[in-house]
């Protein structure tokens, strides 16, 4: 799937590329009710299309056709097989269109179509396979009961799920939920974010043709605090499914509280810590892994390194390392295939992160490297060297291209550190002792602890956050699938005493 085209290529696509300019409800595309909203080219400032966002009202008769096709159970009822089946087309028809659906994230997003084409395609299309092909090896339980009962526990799709996403891997991160919910037999409601809703709604396009019915899968483009909240209130949709910040996350659990205590499951920020220990091997490698872990995607991700955690003993010789890998990345225009870093995925972001920067410079933090142009909304790398830990550029997530070089004195103090925070999403350790590495792998609070490498796992292992990373299930792996499942049990009673007997005792 690596079959990138050339840079002349994909500005030809962008050219001649349809974009969606309309929310899908129940099998077509139709205007949301609500204001219309510009979506921008954060590496031009070009309005790529105008989108009439979902109401309230729209949301509402959106549900109310999800429902009706749940009810109807032409998708929630069908044999495993037929939707495993429908979900592998789906898959063929996202690699048939794979340049379309790259150009249109990277124009969407700002993401450099190395990336696009590289990594989020094929990732995205690898999570609904791996999901479809699992739904009909999925055996259900039956209870340790005495002879006197039979007792089964079934698990059942949930019902009306929501799905509000963030921007930062648009494709990806919807791939992470209707895999595994549709696979499960959910009627599935995608909430884009505001910024990004294009290759959503031209998935809920290629859905329809793979054949998942009408209502199954709608697109509902919209604000958070119009069409977020009216989901998060909404009395007939049974479950969110929520990836982006801590914040909105507290609000959905209220969402729930104040409607129908619909099932709530957040993915959240983090601010994730790398160990480099006094015995790390291959420093040159390390530095490799935190450069990608660091700044791919522009440091816009939930899982970046944020906070390297260096024994003092290292720090000089990791310094140099990294400014030597960083000088490796091409930053430009995204839709140009050499490049591995492309722009902000908004004006308003490019500010918070500024604002940070701000912050930074207020306070003299030593920058090693790292610059900010104000007039083309664009940053590079940049790297602080010796943080104070408590500073609020080594406590708060940044979400852009910002790292912290924070020096410990031995393995205990750097892993006193990397715990001392309210996030808890990943973590990597660079150690040339395993032991030392699981020791600290144990003791570190995180969903995802990587030893000697930068990553996330794959799709066959579970994917969320400790703390306040995190709430309510994990992502990937089967784990997905007890998130978009309910459980019933059966209980059969299978004592034979009759009432003849009854009536002897
Ligand atoms: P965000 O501001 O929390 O937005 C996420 C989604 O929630 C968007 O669709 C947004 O709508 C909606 N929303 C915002 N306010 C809302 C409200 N009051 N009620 C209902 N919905 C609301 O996050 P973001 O800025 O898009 O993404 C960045 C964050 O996502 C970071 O914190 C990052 O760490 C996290 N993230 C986590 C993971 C993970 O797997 N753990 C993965 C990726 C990103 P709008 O369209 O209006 O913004
Ligand atoms: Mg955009």
Known sequence: MSDLQSYEDYKALAEQIRLPSAAFINGAYQAGGGVNMDIINPATGDILTTIAMTNAETTDYATSKAREAFDQGQWSRCHPAERKEILIRLCKLMTRNRHELAVMESLDSGKPIQDCATIDLPEAIN??????????????????????????IIRQPIGVVGCVLPWNFPLLMMAWKIGPALAAGNSVMIKPAEETPLTALRMAELALEAGIPRGVFQVLPGDGLTTGQAMGLHPDIDMISFTGSTETGRHFLRYSAQSNLKKITLECGGKNPCLVLKDAEYINKVAEHIAMGA?????????AISRVIVDKSRADELRKALLFHIGQFHQGDPLDPKNRLGVLVSDTHFSKVKSFLDKAAKDKLP?????VNAKEKQITPTVFYDVDPAHILATDEVFGPVLCLILATDTDHAVQIANNTNYGLTASIFSASIGTALRSARVLKAGTVTVNCYGEGDITTPFGGWKESGFGGRDNGLAAHDQFTETKTIWVNLDDVNDEELINE
């Open 295 to 303: 700044f791919w995607n522009m440091g816009q991700n939930c899982s």
């Open 367 to 371: 920058a090693i490297c790292g610059s």
């Open 127 to 152: 999570c609904i396979k791996w999901h479809a092909e699992a739904i009909d090896k999925i055996y259900d339980d039956v209870a340790p009961t005495g002879e006197d009962a039979m007792a089964m």
